[in-house]
């Protein structure tokens, strides 16, 4: 069920070109912080798309300000619904992001922390997603998924741990 | 302030970009005093993720641009939809359905009257019509049957369908039994005509209109009759009185249609009590 954000402001109203900026601005994060937790080029596109389509229908309420907050508070929902629907917490989809993604430090590392991201629950690698890849404070955090700024603060340094501890075994057993 | 129980929570707080400038700069010295802290800040910072530069690959479908919202006038539209006849649907009721058979069920059977019905009138009251079922034709005995005393006998070849026979004095040789079927049945019948079921072997005949003609081929037409008409074959000839009505033989494209209905009310009850059945049997199966 998505819930409407709350910074819809009846007042302001988004032009064509604002939209078009947005589309250039945030499209991009949108599709990455998708794809990464649902692995699936198709579902990332549609929910994109669905999530722009939304914005451009509420353009008349949505702040320019907020549309990137709208945008990812829409896709986190439609995503969550999506996952919902086929069961698919464990991502079975593969997804090859040697692709597209830039090599953070070495390759090694890199495959660890994937694997340990994906050892994640959906709530937590999206808000490692939304803080790391987007910057996202607890608060918009917060708002995006409908949660508190305490329960973003403890669910992302339980999830930061979990990585941090399988990062260490991973380095361990490397070793 | 941070210290060993809760420097996790202030080293992941600082990653995460949410400290404050004094929280930060507490954390950097408390980093800086012990190795270990400094290593374990290593840790979190490597579980850090950086984002990966991924493209979506359809942007260009997410654009909007000012013709995308041009619409149609819908009088436009209007004017694009083809206009339709209107349909007229028959509905086919069981009622109606059986007064329809019904209906042209009589219809069949009057027309089939109409067609299969033979009438014919005697012109003149001394017309007969003698039939049998011997395989001799028209010629034939239109040859064989002359009377004796006639003073002119006609033959009209034309017009050998129809006959007037006011005596018949036959030779005895000739004339056995099918002379004296003929005389009786012109002496009983004389105003009424007689039927036959072959047409043809009319025997015309006129004592008045007797010529001298016919009078010499006598003997040949005898001779004719005899071979025709064996005495062992002859038959009793069933003489049906009916009433004729004159036929223009002169027509060449004329034709005779003979027919029998007969209709038997059993059978056509069970038809009937069938069609009824499949019609309720259908009926009940579109009400389930």
Redesign the interface.
Known sequence: MLIEPSFIHEQLSMT?LE??IC?DDY??GV??FI?KISKNKEDA?DI??TA?EKL?VNREKVETLKAKSYLFTVAYHLMIDQLRKESKIIMTDSFD?NA???T??SSE?KQL?LE??NNLNPTQKSL??L?????Y??QEIGEIMQLSESQV?VY??RA??I??NK??HLEKMSA | MINENNYETYFMSYIDNELIATERAAVEAFVLNEAKYAAAMAVFEKAKLHAPNVEMEDKIFLYRFPEMQASLDSDFKKSLYRKEAPVCKIIFTPNLMRASFAIAAILIFFVGIQLFKTETIIKDKTALAITNNASTNSKQTENTILPDNAPEASVNKNNNSSAVLNSLPFNKKLNTTKVKSVISAHAAFEDQTIASNNMNTNIVASTEGLSQDSRKNESQIRSNLMETMPIEEEKTISVIPTTYKEIDTEEEDRTINIGIIEIDGAAFRGITRKFSALLKRNKIEKEK
């Open positions: 064509d939209f078009n589309v499209s991009d599709y990455r794809l596109r994109v798309q722009f451009w992001e597209n993604a830039i953070q430090g590392l922390l340990a991201i490692i997603l803080k790391d890849y987007e910057g404070s607890y603060k992302l340094h930061r741990l990585l941090k990062l260490t």
